[in-house]
């Protein structure tokens, strides 16, 4: 089997190692050899041991022999056009780019189905954890109810460092940047932005429709301070940020906020850049995927293995439930009841009603936290404001 | 397509239940309805809504319309004959037998595949964690190196009661006993014997040899005191019956053990019934895979997700490396090193070489722990016996 590469950055030349390191092992996975035919980058690579680079999608577009492509480009433009073209010309295409399943996997799933080909994606959320088979072919039996995830790992180191060295959110990210886990330009992960596209893909694949991630209401942790973890460390909580979806009756809600996690739930324990996700059903009991989210060789494995599934499932569609988004199948979840941390200005009432726990600031009078009981959006948004001289500071949904 | 279920016990008749409730979703899954037309058992079932009941395994072998049978009568005989003559009868068979798999898993599973059918076995360890197909269609692009798991909740219970409440062995066994999580006899549980099985699958599927269960160096939790429990404590450790198994010059190593874990090590967090499993490799990173590792509903939707898998995979082997066992393939561990705790009676010497920690019991002034460096067998067996005037009391691998 000749397949191709487009993209050879971190990923595509993990891929390309992997493949060439593991030769034998595949051919007994695969009944026959993988063999890189060509590799699409508009750099040069003249250091590499693989002597297939070509600068022209149409090499890989047009060579009939080529019967699976991996896309490791990231991005929408130019991956989504090569992508569709490919599956159009019968070709069946392993992707780790979340932002492109996000935004067009319903079209590219459904032109793949139409073809008895195969889109696969398990490297476009956390990295080398399988979640996205397990999703697909484990979980079948039963609906989930809800996922939760822990998806950015660099956000996660970030809020590991201020809660373990009680460090700032800015002192945090710096160090995060040194240790190579930030990026100099840190907004798509700590604005929540990568996690939202992560978060949409999870719940199409949970709930079988597509949601739009442009329509779901995200919040990084930008303004998380060393207060808000002080607060959270005393009351027994962890700070993480948390991708949630959840099937609600008027449709499929799906946020991406930071949250206060209960020590005693395992996500609490899931420390600097890796990964967890927890798929809750009713019948499934609780399953948890826990590893590193990231890095070339978990992801090009994941990416690999992707591949073996696509030469095992030669023109046998591999049944995917993710149909089309319909704004009335998305829910912005307003109906949807959390507790709430909410950290006041002011002095604390006597009796605050309806909240479990009034913890007093060790640094300041002036200030005091309550936990809540369970509020929808009205109900939270009417309560910050009904404490009489006092001033909402900073609020986090409890999980 | 028509199924069958034999055995009607806690998991059998959850799988009547969950293909019962969804039978809508599951005709999406499947491309068409499921129909349960045979349940084999010996006992009857005047109150069950299903009403298909029979005594004898005939009318199952010989009704041409049912392709796939249900396996969750536990147990060799006659769950092995059964399935064989199913299987040669060309049905497909699903089962959540992991004594049936352990033992006779190699020739179950050769019969599949000559005959282009599927036995799917993703129930028979870990309950409703999705375990057994992410290892042979997720991490398969990479070579594992190490599989560690906690793989059953009666002895984790136990043990988390120990270090929760500084309960003996005895007394939280009676505890569990009573929460129904321990069965009166609960030898198969607590003496490793169910995880030193459900070791054996796992090694299997990780490396693609079967091994031989009944040479598996297998140790319970029944020798662990409450002062071993006080001293992992103390010494940052947590204390779980660990399934470990690991590809070694001389061959596949499998084992059970009780063993220290380190906190920060995400096994040790894991608590009460729920079972985790970690599968380590150089190139695959590590990951996780955490949930209830047994319970009514999730092992049924296990066993029903494999059932969908069999009827999309009609005349298609999944393929699943598991070859034949050889005893030259199977490795007693010998050279294999572990770090130990190893606890004395007697007077601790002024210093024990090799050891990074001597910890003194707050009990007894005649007795004291030690954490010596990796030693492999013989070094471990030639150190417990050289510290003059002391007798090692209790030893554990550290993990």
């Known amino acids: 089997m000749k397949i191709a590469i487009m993209g050879f950055g971190v990923v ?5 190692e992997v493949v060439t390191k593991n030769q034998e ?5 695969c009944g026959e050899p993988i063999e890189i035919a060509h590799i699409l980058d508009l750099r040069d690579f003249p250091d590499s041991e693989l002597k297939c680079f070509t600068k022209d999608f149409n090499d890989i577009l047009n060579d009939d022999e080529v019967g699976v492509v991996v896309e490791t480009m990231g991005g929408i433009n130019p991956a989504y056009d090569f992508t569709k073209k490919l599956l159009l ?12 399943v996000a935004t067009h996997g319903t079209e590219l799933l459904q032109i793949a189905r139409e073809r008895n080909l195969n889109y696969l994606f398990e490297a476009s959320v956390g990295g080398g954890i399988p979640i996205i088979r397990p999703m697909y072919s484990c979980l079948t039996a039963g609906e989930a109810t809800d996922v939760f995830g822990i998806l950015n790992g660099t956000t996660n180191y970030i809020l590991t460092q201020m809660f373990q060295c009680g460090e700032s959110f800015e002192s945090a990210l710096k160090a ?30 949970a709930f079988g429709k597509a949601i739009d ?15 808000d973890v002080a607060y959270a460390d005393k009351l027994g909580y962890s700070i993480k940020l948390i991708g949630h979806c959840k099937k609600l009756e008027d449709g499929v809600y799906a946020g991406v906020f930071p949250a206060f996690v209960p020590k005693g739930n395992p996500l609490a324990g899931i420390n600097d850049v890796f990964n967890g996700i927890i798929v809750k059903g009713d019948d499934l009991g609780d399953v948890m995927f826990y590893g590193r989210g990231a890095g070339k060789l978990p992801t090009a ?12 499932h030669q023109n046998v569609n591999i049944v995917i439930k993710w149909d089309e988004h319909k704004d009335e199948n998305q829910s912005q979840g307003d109906s949807l009841a959390y507790a709430y941390y909410v950290r006041f200005s002011g002095v604390a009432p006597a009796n605050v009603p309806g909240c479990s726990v009034v913890a007093f600031s060790e640094s300041s009078e002036n200030e005091f936290a309550v936990l809540t009981e369970p509020k929808n959006k009205k109900q939270i948004d009417g309560f ?3 404490l009489e001289g006092c001033k909402p500071i900073s609020i986090m949904r409890i999980i």
């Open 12 to 16: 595509g030349s993990g891929v390309g």
């Open 25 to 29: 092992m595949l051919v007994k996975k």
């Open 89 to 100: 010309a019968g070709k069946q295409v392993i992707t780790s780019n979340k932002e492109l």
């Open 176 to 205: 995060a940047q040194q240790k190579g886990y930030a990026e100099a330009d840190p907004t798509a992960d700590v604005e929540g932005f990568d996690t939202c596209r992560k978060i949409a893909i999870l719940a199409a694949l």
């Open 213 to 227: 991630y442009k329509k779901v209401s995200t919040e990084g942790i930008t303004k998380i301070s060393a207060e």
């Open 301 to 312: 494995n994941a990416v690999v293995a992707d591949v073996v599934d696509a030469i095992k």
């Open 384 to 386: 910050v404001n009904s």
